[in-house]
């Protein structure tokens, strides 16, 4: 029995010893008992027929909840063409097009979407294969390092804290340090930039809308970044580029963030897919993979997977990344949904979901318990003070199925009282209204 696991006693001793725990189980324990060791009555010896109707029965058991958080990822409609499409078997079943004789398809949609990336975000160029957009941001920073030759980052604290941890962990093993950029009045502290920004920093990370919702305006700070000899990263939720200033039009140097919101559904928190996009100057240090067009010797069209480091591959102490396996049906779903809206549908989802938070918040401001935290433009999230119980607020919705808002207090206990709400083009004036009413209720 397990035969061909290759890991012996010692190497998983000396592995729990390294990450600070005392056995595999606890890795596991945020898990509560009764999921860790559930009871789907499933009969042994049963029809097909049978067998369906015990699922569906236990799928039944799952609510149903309308989501009113975000925070990095968002209900957007997802057309049921896509699916159709990525689930065809050449396509769920696609690796690595190293031959592209054979690969055609999938290169060419690799093409289309990078082609996507790049005119969305008005960079030179963009890859393909990142995971999502957290380790997007920490690949270009990567990339930062790798360039510039230097080991520090300066990070904004108004990032997506999910987004900091993940850098954090990529940092501990490679030396790298953060340095943090205070947040004043819920953006990102420009003077406090400035005076942490030197010839030492590599790189500057940045976020628009950030954690809070609120659209930032970085373009003032290009000069300062630049004159340091240190790169600008900018991390953006994909789809609001096709409505909000692009990183082409603010001098950025490395784009990057989630494409969640081009197609792709919650699925409970993934997968989902990071964008990566840049200037040719840098093109080479990119992580992933860069699909071209060119023409054969008959002179017809054709797809080719054009450039890639292969020190990915082979040296991966030496490599600037190690993504090497080809994570292009989400893609390819990416893809699909902009052919099928087109530019303006793409557009007006988006101004639909700028203009149901606007109105979320309208209304909950009317309410006496309820406060913006910030006078300042927001997109999809915005973020209330209130002055009752947030357990409770979150236990009465999910009474009324509604899920959310995020209490921001279980990532800092100085946020206590601080709630964040989300809204896309999904949620009805009915539904919003409904979430209001619960609340003033209370």
């Known amino acids: 029995m397990f035969k061909y696991l290759p890991h012996t006693s010692e190497d998983i001793k000396e592995m729990l010893e390294t990450i600070g725990v005392s056995s595999i189980d606890e890795l596991f324990k945020e898990i509560p008992n009764d999921l860790m060791d559930p009871s789907f009555d499933v009969p042994k010896s049963h029809s097909e027929l049978e067998l369906r109707r015990r699922m ?17 990822a968002y209900d957007h409609y997802t057309p049921s063409v896509i699916r159709h499409l990525i689930e065809r078997q050449e396509f769920l079943t696609a690796y690595t097009p190293y031959q592209p004789e054979i690969s055609q398809g999938t290169l060419q949609y690799i093409f289309e979407y990078q082609s996507i990336v790049a005119e969305l975000t008005q960079m030179d160029v963009s890859n393909a294969s990142m995971y999502d957009g957290a380790t997007a941001t920490a690949e270009a920073m990567f990339m930062a390092t790798a360039a510039r030759k230097k080991q520090i980052v300066l990070v904004s604290k108004t990032m997506n804290p999910n987004i900091i941890n993940v850098l954090k962990t ?106 990566l996009a840049t200037t040719s100057k840098l093109m080479r240090k990119m992580p992933g993979r860069i699909c071209g067009v060119t023409t054969d010797t008959e002179g017809k069209r054709a797809y080719v997977l054009t450039l890639q480091a292969r020190e990915q591959h082979i040296r991966r102490e030496k490599a600037n990344s190690n993504i090497c396996s080809n994570q292009s049906l989400l893609a390819l779903a990416v893809t699909v949904y902009t052919a099928v809206m087109g530019k303006e549908g793409v557009k007006e989802a988006q101004m639909n979901s700028y203009k149901a938070t606007h109105y979320l918040a309208e209304q909950i401001n009317k309410l006496d318990t309820f406060e913006l935290v910030y006078d300042a433009d927001f997109f999809k999230d915005v973020l209330f003070k209130t002055t009752l119980n947030e357990e409770i607020v979150e236990e009465a919705l999910l009474k009324e199925g509604i899920l959310g808002p995020l209490q921001l207090s279980k990532f800092d206990s100085s946020k206590k009282g601080q709630l964040l709400f989300s809204a896309t083009e999904k949620r009805t004036k009915q539904e919003i209204d409904h979430l209001v009413q619960v609340l003033e209720a209370l």
Do not use: C, H, W
Not at 59 to 72: H, Q, S
Not at 195 to 223: C, H, M, R, W
């Open 56 to 72: 569906n029965e236990l799928a039944n058991k799952n609510l149903a909840l309308i989501p009113f958080v975000g925070a990095g």
């Open 170 to 275: 990529y940092t501990r093993y490679r030396e790298l340090e953060i340095v943090f950029i205070d947040e004043k009045e819920g953006q990102t502290d420009l003077e406090d930039l400035s005076s942490k920004i030197s010839k030492e920093v590599a790189g500057v990370i940045l976020q628009t809308p950030n954690y809070y919702g609120i659209i930032e305006d970085f373009s003032s700070v290009k000069k300062r970044i630049e004159e340091a000899k240190s790169l600008f990263i900018l991390n953006q939720d994909l789809a609001s580029l096709s409505i909000l200033q692009t990183p082409g039009s603010m001098g950025v140097d490395i784009a990057v963030g989630e494409a969640q919101t081009l197609g792709l559904p919650l699925s409970y928190g993934g997968p989902y897919i990071g964008y």
